[in-house]
Structures are given as structure tokens and as C-alpha cells.
């Protein structure tokens, strides 16, 4: 609650009267005095009276791709019984604010309102929740409060249509690919059993020592397995323009493309980030199968951002270690390329290794560390190199 200038001129003045009256024995001067303060203290009971409010948001989409159109209706419903609401009240949709009419609102009435969200940017955009100010007739105290939660708007990167998706070593038995090897299930893991499980893979010795069913979990080897790393260090793209790396925008898109064109593919995709997600804000997990859908690849693009945590070398170590598929695309700024070195040693652990570099002033030495490098300004640019590599 706070009071305004006018609230604060009223108060002294109550002070000065009443002290004034009581000093000169003046009851003219007392009585305006107590008149005063009595209309600042009705000030702040009319103010502090809690209006019921329900308020019920709903995007239209909640999931878009960058520059495509997002609308959010807000409803805000009257629950008093007694009183009409007259209030000013305000939304809150990424750094704006929207204005909501809710003038003489009846009882039992409500008010819709619908506005744009802006989706000019990649991003999460809050939206919400609705700020109320009220105030007392005469304009001496003002309290402000929040009604309803807040809702995300996720802003995609823009996915651009990509032709060829690298198989790597691995070939799908399905006839996705010509002239494809045999395959082969690999094993895994070893886990409880559950009701369900096929008795033929339990594993008997195993489940004999723990004294507890235990059955194998397999992998299929035949599926290539792609692995998608985005630096996401603020040293790799140092070029800002507005406050924004363009670089790690069209990175971002770049990432979102190749994810796309795998799942399309039903490929096996896993997008991990340099930077520990934790540091990045990004939400925690990361495994192959994920979908498109909400808590996806997609949603952990729209939330990522530049950090000055992690290196290359220390993202390159852990993929060496867990060897997460045979395909594994780099997505770097400008400032990435003198890590390469650290990328090129993973040959030996991935059979097909791509590397694309966004926003560089010269291009990539050709054969630099031995990788396939695809320098491109932005994402389309990007998307075109890509469908016209030769060799994964």
C-alpha cells in the first residue's frame, strides 16, 4: 500500500491542525484536523477492501515458432456478490504492460480481453499475472496486487526444412537407407522387472545374486544416433547487436532444424548444450526419444541462453567418455573456432563428425582439424550448405 503526494499533503495538514488546535485551544482548527485524518483512514480502509477476482488465461498458441503470431485472452470474472468492481488493472506480457478494462464490472459479470504476444524474439515470455491497483475516491492511497498465475509463451527458433540427415555408421533396417549392413541389439542395462516384462530376458545369474527379477534392457545399434551440441558460451559468439548474439540466434535455429529433420526421420536425437544446462536456465534431462512436444528439444532451445560457464574442451571430454551415438553435429559461434582441435579429437569416438560456424568474418580454414565444416551467416544459409554436403 502507498500513499500519493496528495495523501501525504493531507496527513501533514491533519498533523498541523490537530497539534495547532490542541496547543491554542482552537477546536475550529481540531475539528478540521480530525476530519483529515478521518477521510485518510476511510482512504485506506475503501483501498484496502480486497475486490474477488477470478482471472483465467489461455494462449493461442502456447508454442510458436519465431515470428509467427501468439494471442492471450484473459477473462477476469466479477465473484463478489455485493459490489461492482471499478478497478485499474494492468497484464503483464514479457518487459509490457496491457491494460485491462475493468470498469463497473457487475457481479457475477466478467470482461475478456485479447492482445498479442510478442514473438519477435526466441525466448520464454511471461504473461502475467494481472496487476490491480485500486484506489480510494479522493485519490489518497493507492494499493496495488496480483490476481492469477503466470502463463509461459514458448518462442521457438524458426525451423528451416533440411533434406539430408548424416546416418553416421549406423544404418536403419527399414528401408530408409540403400545398401544398408545388418544391424544388431546391443545390450544395455540391467533393471528390476516390472509386469509386463518378457521372462525371456530376464537375466537369471544376475537376478540370483540380488535376490530379485532382473531383465536387460537393449538397445537397437542398427539406428544411427545423432548427437547435437549448441555452444552456448558467451566467448563464442561476442558479436551483440541490440543486446543480441545473432550468431547463437542462428545457432539456435540450425539446432532446431537438425533435431526436426531427425525426429521427422525417426531417428534416435539427443540436443546437449556446452554449458551445463543448470548455468544456461534450460530444464534439467536430456535423452534420446525425446519428442517435439512440451519439456522437448525445442522448449530447452527456447529457453537457453549465453553463459559464461563450461568450455569446449570439458563438453568434449564428456562426449568422448559416454560415446552418445555416431553422429555428432557442433553448432559454434566465431568465437568457437579456435576450440576445434578439442572437437576434432572426437573422430575416433563418432564416425561422422559436422561442425557449423555462424557469424564469421573469414571463413573456416578448409580441413581445419579434419572435420566437416559448414560456415554459414544465419540459419536458411545454413540449411542450404547443409543439404549440399557430400560426405558425413
Not at 524458426?158 to 555408421?169: E, K
Request: net charge neutral; glycine share 12%; proline share 7%.
Amino acid at each position: 500500500m502507498g500513499i500519493t503526494a496528495r495523501g501525504v499533503g493531507l496527513l501533514v495538514a491533519a498533523v498541523l491542525l490537530l497539534g495547532a488546535g490542541f496547543h491554542f485551544a482552537y477546536p475550529e482548527l481540531t475539528l478540521l484536523g480530525a476530519a483529515a485524518g478521518t477521510a485518510l483512514a476511510v482512504a485506506v480502509v475503501t483501498a484496502a477492501r480486497r475486490p474477488r477476482l477470478q482471472v483465467h488465461r489461455q494462449a493461442d498458441p502456447d508454442r510458436v515458432a519465431r515470428g509467427e503470431p501468439a494471442t492471450m485472452t484473459l477473462t477476469v470474472r466479477n465473484a463478489g456478490r455485493l459490489r461492482a468492481a471499478s478497478l485499474l488493472a494492468t497484464d503483464r506480457c514479457g518487459d509490457r504492460m496491457v491494460p485491462v478494462p475493468v470498469l463497473r464490472l457487475r457481479p457475477g459479470a466478467d470482461t475478456t480481453v485479447s492482445y498479442d504476444v510478442p514473438t519477435t524474439r526466441r525466448g520464454v515470455v511471461p504473461v502475467g499475472p494481472l496487476r490491480v491497483i485500486r484506489r480510494d475516491p479522493l485519490g489518497l492511497v493507492v494499493l496495488a496486487r496480483s490476481y492469477g498465475g503466470s502463463v509461459p509463451v514458448w518462442v521457438h527458433p524458426r525451423i528451416h526444412p533440411l533434406t539430408a540427415v548424416p546416418t553416421g555408421a549406423g544404418r536403419s533396417l527399414d528401408g530408409r537407407v540403400d545398401a544398408v549392413p545388418h544391424g544388431s541389439i546391443t545390450f544395455d542395462s540391467l533393471r528390476e522387472y516390472v509386469v509386463g516384462d518378457e521372462l525371456r530376458r530376464v537375466h537369471w545369474r544376475t537376478s540370483a545374486r540380488v535376490g530379485e527379477l532382473m531383465v536387460r534392457e537393449n538397445v537397437d545399434t542398427s539406428l544411427p544416433r545423432i548427437v547435437v551440441l549448441l555452444d552456448n558460451r558467451a566467448a563464442a559468439h561476442p558479436d551483440r547487436v541490440d543486446g543480441v548474439a545473432e550468431s547463437f540466434e542462428s545457432a539456435c535455429e540450425a539446432a532446431a532444424s537438425v533435431v526436426t529433420a531427425a525426429v521427422r526421420e525417426d531417428l534416435p536425437v539427443v540436443l546437449l548444450f556446452v554449458a551445463a544446462e543448470e548455468a544456461s536456465g534450460g530444464p534439467d534431462g536430456a535423452a534420446f526419444g525425446e519428442g517435439l512436444g512440451a519439456g522437448g528439444p525445442l522448449d530447452r532451445l527456447a529457453a537457453v541462453s549465453l553463459t559464461g560457464e563450461g568450455t569446449l574442451e570439458a563438453a568434449a571430454t564428456r562426449l568422448r567418455r559416454d560415446r552418445l551415438g555416431d553422429t555428432l553435429v557442433v553448432l559454434t559461434g566465431p568465437g568457437g573456432r579456435d576450440d576445434l582441435g578439442h572437437v576434432g579429437a572426437l573422430r575416433g569416438a563418432y564416425p561422422s563428425v559436422v561442425v557449423g560456424v555462424f557469424g564469421a568474418v573469414e571463413p573456416t580454414p578448409p580441413g581445419a582439424a579434419g572435420l566437416v565444416v559448414v560456415d554459414a551467416a544465419d540459419g536458411a544459409a545454413f540449411a542450404a550448405e547443409w543439404d549440399g554436403v557430400r560426405r558425413w
